[in-house]
């Protein structure tokens, strides 16, 4: 199942679709770089592919931490890298009254996991016309996603999809429960699996996520076993160097053989 979005190539094979960019927009030459390079994964292995990157991070541990270039020029990269290579772009949008601003730069809205239960968030981003991708929240089950995605419904847009990013458990430390993909299938909608985000360890003593990216290929997996439609994944060329989340991106050389594996174990559950 694939999102509408008429961008969105090569949704006549049988293939996965995967969200992947880079955590924060940090300046057009990396954002370009990192998308070249995932365009070039897609066009050889025919893999729909959305290119993500978030405009302004709002949930960070400290007050220090990056949090954006600013709105306007980070919106307009991903502008540029969408009509560059042809392909759809999504961000996250924090507040309802940045829903308008994104939408005119991106194809897809995002809800982030902590906002999903926002209702004028929702509806905000449901109202641009634009695609909406809702992750659940790591305090939720899954069966709460059917009242966040009616809500986008009612107010008018059906075209959603449904991400999950695993669960809280323990202390700064997450866990995924594979469950949730089927039951979120059966509502209806795309499915993705959120790779790097559902290996995060947040809210660390030093006040800097950590994460688990040697875990990155084991998730992919069973996710794609498992009947995801989509996965999102952050990556970038240089992860120790990425001004947020580089503790659990995938290093942007390991994607292709990456998504080589996954491909055939898509083909293999067909």
Same mark, same amino acid.
Do not use: W
């Given at each position: 199942m694939f999102p509408k979005l008429p961008s969105l190539k090569y949704t006549h094979t049988d293939n996965f679709f995967i969200m992947a960019g +880079?955590? /924060? !927009?940090?300046?057009?030459?990396? /954002?370009?770089? !990192?998308a070249e390079k995932i365009n070039g994964i897609s066009d050889r292995l025919q893999l729909p592919w959305i290119f993500k990157g978030s405009y302004r991070k709002a949930n960070r541990?400290?007050?220090?931490?990056?949090t954006g270039i600013g709105d306007e020029k980070a919106l307009t990269i991903l502008r540029k890298v969408g009509e560059h290579f042809g392909v759809p772009t999504v961000t996250d949008i924090h507040e309802s009254r940045e829903a308008e601003? &994104? &939408?005119a730069y991106v194809d897809v809205l995002q809800i982030p996991a902590f906002l999903f239960r926002q209702t004028e968030l929702l509806v905000a981003a /449901? *109202?641009?016309? *634009? &695609? $909406?991708n809702? *992750? *659940?929240g790591q305090f939720a089950a899954s069966s709460a996603m059917q009242h966040a995605a009616q809500k986008v419904v009612d107010s008018g847009n059906t075209n959603i999809m449904l991400t999950d990013r695993g669960n809280m458990f323990g202390y700064g430390d997450?866990? $995924?429960?594979?469950?949730n993909i089927t039951w979120m299938k059966q509502m209806g909608y795309p499915v993705i699996m959120d790779i790097t985000h559902s290996l995060q360890q +947040?809210?660390?003593?030093?006040? $800097?996520?950590g994460g688990l990216p040697e875990m990155i290929e084991t998730i992919a997996k069973a996710a794609i076993a498992t009947g995801a439609d989509g996965l999102f994944i952050e990556t970038h060329p240089r992860p120790k160097e990425a001004l947020s989340d580089g503790a659990n991106m995938l290093q942007i050389d390991l994607l292709e053989p990456l998504m080589e594996k996954l491909l055939k174990i898509r083909k293999a559950i067909l």
């Open positions: +880079p955590c /924060a !927009i940090e300046g057009e030459e990396i /954002a370009f770089e !990192i541990s400290r007050l220090d931490s990056f601003m &994104a &939408a /449901a *109202k641009t016309g *634009k &695609a $909406v809702i *992750k *659940k997450m866990i $995924v429960d594979f469950r +947040p809210n660390q003593g030093s006040g $800097v996520t």
